[in-house]
């Protein structure tokens, strides 16, 4: 989730269930930005909507989630996403190859040239997708994405996810701002994988899950946000 999408986000909520979903805060480059000068529906906007989402909290997930008709991964989703469905054992996302510690310079801060923002090099994430982007040569595995052409899985943002603790199914949300009872609390049944911006590069390993089981509710400024939906 991009930060433009975040703000669109904001602005189709009442003003105190935006304000309770707001981060309010310029730190690691978040540029999600409140203006009560301009009218209902464009008070909140985003200087690079591109980039990916930070400072947020289970609850803010949980709330955009549900507002989207989404739902938050599980975490063995979040495994076959990153792993892929063949036999056999792979590192990262896009394959065995360590992470390339060659950086540059991109979007007014330094960052790691091929496969994923990591070590602690940027001060913040980099745009969604950034590494299918072509603003520079890249192999198909410098990319970083996954079997399944998924983007992402590794550095950038931590991603909020259910772990394995849950045992209910998750249903899908229903287009309001209440998440269903069948997502758990911060406290119950969520965690985060994949790494972040900050990270060491064992952090960004599909297998890690350091973090699997983090029951930390507030906003954190490398936590970030993946959706998806159960089909029919």
């Given amino acids: 989730v991009s ?36 009218g209902y529906g464009s008070r909140y906007s985003a200087t690079s909507p591109n980039r990916s989402m930070n400072h947020t909290s289970w609850d803010d997930v949980k709330a955009y989630a549900s507002w989207c008709a989404l739902r938050p991964l599980t975490e063995m989703e979040f495994e076959k ?3 892929g469905g063949g036999a056999g054992t ?11 510690t060659s950086t540059y310079t991109f979007d007014g801060a330094t960052f790691s040239q091929y496969y994923a ?13 950034h590494y299918l982007s072509g603003d520079i040569s890249r192999s198909n595995a410098e990319k970083g994405v996954s079997v399944y052409g ?11 996810l259910i772990n394995c603790a849950w045992t209910q199914v998750p249903e899908n949300g229903d287009g309001t701002v209440t998440p ?47 959706l998806c939906r159960t089909s029919p």
């Fill in 3 to 38: 930060q433009g999408q975040y703000a669109d986000f904001l602005n189709m909520l009442s003003s105190t269930a935006a304000s309770a979903r707001f981060p309010n805060t310029s730190a690691n480059r978040n540029t999600v930005v409140y203006n009560s000068g301009l």
């Fill in 81 to 83: 996403a990153a792993r």
């Fill in 90 to 100: 792979i590192k990262y996302p896009w394959g065995n190859t360590e992470p390339s």
């Fill in 117 to 129: 923002n990591y070590n602690n090099t940027s001060g913040g994430p980099v745009n969604v997708g």
């Fill in 150 to 160: 998924v983007t992402d899985l590794a550095g950038n943002n931590w991603e909020h």
């Fill in 180 to 226: 269903p009872r069948s997502w758990p609390a911060a406290s119950s049944g969520k965690g985060v994988r994949g790494g972040s911006w900050i990270c060491a590069s064992s952090l960004l390993r599909v297998s890690d899950r350091t973090l699997a089981g983090y029951t930390l509710a507030d906003r954190r400024f490398n936590y970030g946000i993946r």
